[in-house]
């Protein structure tokens, strides 16, 4: 299993672990450790590191105290740093004092009145110690339950995106190879350049992402010498040079309603545009590379139109 699955199966569990308390505050807290290791969240992370260790003197880490309820006095900058083990450890052993002086004591004479008083505070005693230690650690519970929820929902939304575009990419390769033999192996120059990163790398990568446009066009709507009507008063050129009114073309033919031919033509204006300014003016790799994705998925999707089931729309 890779990481990211291993990282929701992980999430599932912790919070599986914790709405049905299966497992102790210091399992927890290990558990989430090795979410942490494997999502990389410095913010689980951080917390966790506290709570494995302690909080030490003088810390900085306000936030996570407050978080936790560890304060003893805000005001005067008190408050509990002991590890979450040795919280239970102390939760525990008040709780066990507790039980053993549940049953009360023999006393007798002059000393019963206030034997007893004394015998009834320890109890109380105790049972704030408990108290005190029984919220430190719901409330830990509490804070690595809602930053697993974050991660958990992270995960399975990254895994269905991949799993859409994993879908969605053997529709457009498959389209893309039947629209030019050529046509996956400019995709793969394309990402091969934009891995190398540098100024001239992008430059010819999206100069291939043009030509990419070019060919898939070619292969849609050849040029024409005379003009297409796509509407009683409006023809476009459609020429060798007319690339996006040949795409325009193309998607009026199929019967593709308004509302997305409009954005078609806008996407594509857009993206041939960018292509060509790449040529000739700075754009970041980053840039380069949602520009290629963008081209990718508005080609697969213009090329996959023939095979809608519901068009015409």
């Given at each position: 299993m890779d990481r990211q699955g291993e990282a929701l199966r992980i999430s599932e569990e912790l919070l599986g672990d914790i709405e049905l308390a299966r497992l102790k505050a210091s399992e927890i807290v290990l558990k989430a450790s090795r979410l942490a290791r494997l999502v990389g969240r410095d913010d689980l992370t951080e917390f966790l590191t506290y709570e494995r260790g302690g909080y030490p003197k003088g810390s900085d880490a306000a936030k996570w105290i407050d978080r936790s309820g560890r304060w003893a006095a805000k005001d005067e900058n008190k408050y509990y740093p002991q590890s979450i083990a040795k919280v239970e450890a102390s939760l525990q052993a008040a709780e066990t004092a507790i039980?053993?002086?549940?049953?009360?004591?023999?006393?007798?004479?002059?000393?019963?009145?206030?034997?007893?008083?004394?015998?009834?505070?320890?109890?109380?005693?105790?049972?704030?110690?408990?108290?005190?230690?029984?919220?430190?650690?719901?409330?830990?519970v509490a804070v690595i339950y809602d930053l697993v929820a974050e991660i958990y929902h992270e995960l399975l939304f990254?895994?269905?995106?991949?799993?859409?575009?994993?879908?969605?990419?053997?529709?457009?390769?498959?389209?893309?190879?039947?629209?030019?033999?050529?046509?996956?192996?400019?995709?793969?120059?394309?990402?091969?350049?934009?891995?190398?990163?540098?100024?001239?790398?992008?430059?010819?990568?999206?100069?291939?992402?043009?030509?990419?446009?070019?060919?898939?066009?070619?292969?849609?709507?050849?040029?024409?010498?005379?003009?297409?009507?796509?509407?009683?008063?409006?023809?476009?050129?459609?020429?060798?040079?007319?690339?996006?009114?040949?795409?325009?073309?193309?998607?009026?033919?199929?019967?593709?309603?308004?509302?997305?031919?409009?954005?078609?033509r806008r996407t594509l204006a857009d993206l041939y545009s960018r292509c060509s300014a790449g040529t000739h003016a700075d754009v970041s790799v980053n840039e380069a590379r949602y520009i290629f994705i963008q081209v990718y998925i508005a080609l697969g999707e213009i090329l996959s139109l023939s095979h809608d089931p519901r068009k015409p729309q």
């Open positions: 039980e053993a002086m549940r049953g009360g004591g023999n006393y007798s004479g002059d000393m019963i009145l206030p034997a007893s008083r004394d015998h009834d505070s320890r109890i109380a005693g105790q049972a704030q110690a408990a108290g005190i230690w029984l919220g430190i650690s719901g409330q830990v990254s895994e269905l995106q991949a799993s859409l575009f994993a879908d969605i990419q053997s529709v457009i390769d498959g389209t893309l190879a039947e629209a030019s033999g050529t046509a996956l192996a400019k995709i793969e120059r394309v990402s091969e350049r934009l891995r190398d990163g540098d100024p001239e790398s992008v430059s010819q990568a999206l100069t291939t992402c043009r030509r990419l446009i070019d060919s898939c066009t070619d292969y849609v709507f050849p040029a024409r010498a005379e003009q297409y009507p796509i509407s009683d008063d409006v023809a476009l050129s459609v020429g060798q040079q007319n690339v996006l009114n040949r795409l325009q073309a193309h998607i009026h033919t199929l019967g593709v309603a308004q509302g997305r031919r409009d954005r078609l």
